[in-house]
Nanobody, 124 residues
Framework: QVQLAESGGGLVQAGGSLRLSCAASGRTFSSYAMGWFRQAPGKEREFVATISWSGGWTSYADSVKGRFTISRDNAKNTVYLQMNSLKPEDTAVYYC?????????????????WGQGTQVTVSS
């Protein structure tokens, strides 16, 4: 049974930073891509960032490019999302997910296990 547990969310002022973590268990973490998605109230869940199995390849949504950084520590079975220069429009529940392959793109269909999410609220 694969389990993902996000942490690090909270309330922050615009321009501030947060670092999300996602600890994984129940699968060979280092063999699969990992991704971050987010869902704001009344909106569809959207892609934020993804990282390949080795960490050698990353991809970001245009809305977060240059502000967010995804990384992973395969020794700790953990993926991170460093969020800088936060904006009110970044407010959402953030979910981590395991990719079904070593490389996964922005489509939700490419991810097969999901965490419960962590709330990020950015005040103006």
């Amino acid at each position: 049974q694969v389990q993902l547990a996000e942490s690090g969310g909270g309330l922050v002022q615009a321009g501030g930073s947060l670092r999300l973590s996602c600890a994984a268990s129940g699968r060979t973490f280092s063999s699969y891509a990992m991704g971050w998605f987010r869902q704001a109230p009344g909106k569809e869940r959207e892609f934020v960032a993804t990282i390949s199995w080795s960490g050698g390849w990353t991809s970001y949504a245009d809305s977060v490019k240059g502000r967010f950084t995804i990384s992973r520590d395969n020794a700790k079975n953990t993926v991170y999302l460093q969020m800088n220069s936060l904006k009110p429009e970044d407010t959402a529940v953030y979910y981590c997910a395991t990719g079904s392959r070593r490389l996964s793109g922005p489509s939700r269909d490419e991810y097969d296990y999901w965490g419960q999410g962590t709330q990020v609220t950015v005040s103006s």
